[in-house]
């Protein structure tokens, strides 16, 4: 079975600092995928970034970055000159073939103050 | 297409009614995901489709819950005999059978049982 683990409920963060989140998960799989999906207040879950579990090197997506560490299974998520649009709720999920459905974490409400 | 469709958003019940809320997936997305959000908690998967086949129920989906996915496209979720732990949102997602594996969410139908 597929655990994904984030430890922190709630983070806050100042305009233009950097911030990390973190995610830890547990697979039995060679094979699989981790995601960092953002669900801002009333609205709808959107993608952030992607990993592939064979790929060594950590995804990029313009502000958003990952530390993906296989052997620690650990996942965290930076973002980097944060914006007040960030502020939202943040999911690590992971997916495998296996049983081809995504397992999302508990989340974290990241607050960005102004 | 605009993305993943679902109706309604926002749904009251007296405890006891059925209710029932639809989802449409992205056009050309074989897979089909219903999941349960409540507040503060991430998504907790429900149930999944490959086109028109159910291939996978979780255990939370009692046998007062059915869902179905005729002729492979819209879904339907259907909750009979409600009750107050149903309150929840109940998100759909799809994807594609081939690619990155990224899931693309609706916006959800928003379920209060009073």
């Known amino acids: 079975a597929q655990t994904v683990t984030q430890s922190q409920p709630e983070m806050s963060v100042q305009e233009a600092e950097t911030v990390t989140l973190s995610c830890t998960y547990d697979t039995s799989e060679n094979n699989y995928y981790l995601f960092w999906y953002k669900q801002p207040p009333s609205r709808q879950m959107i993608l952030v970034i992607r990993q592939e579990a064979y790929k060594q090197q950590n995804a990029t997506e313009n502000r958003f970055s990952v530390n993906f560490q296989k052997a620690a299974k650990s996942f965290s998520l930076k973002i980097s000159d944060s914006q007040l649009g960030d502020t939202a709720m943040y999911f690590c999920?992971?997916?495998?073939?296996?049983?081809?459905?995504?397992?999302f974490g508990k989340g974290i409400t990241l607050s960005v103050r102004p | 297409d605009t993305g993943v469709s679902q109706d309604p958003r926002h749904k009251i019940t007296k405890r006891g009614q059925n209710v029932t809320f639809r989802c449409d997936p992205i056009?050309?997305?074989?897979?089909l995901y219903w999941y349960r959000q409540t507040l503060g908690q991430g998504p907790e998967f429900l149930t999944y489709?490959?086109?028109?086949?159910?291939?996978?129920k979780s255990r939370l989906l009692s046998d007062r819950f059915s869902a179905e996915r005729p002729k492979g496209s819209f879904s339907t979720l259907e909750i009979q005999r409600t009750e107050q732990g149903d309150s929840a949102m109940y998100l759909c997602a799809s994807r594609a059978r081939q690619g990155s594996r990224e899931a693309f969410f609706g916006q959800g139908t928003r379920l209060t049982v009073v």
């Open positions: 056009s050309e997305h074989n897979r």
């Open positions: 489709f490959q086109n028109e086949a159910q291939l996978e």
């Open positions: 999920a992971s997916f495998t073939g296996a049983n081809s459905k995504l397992t």
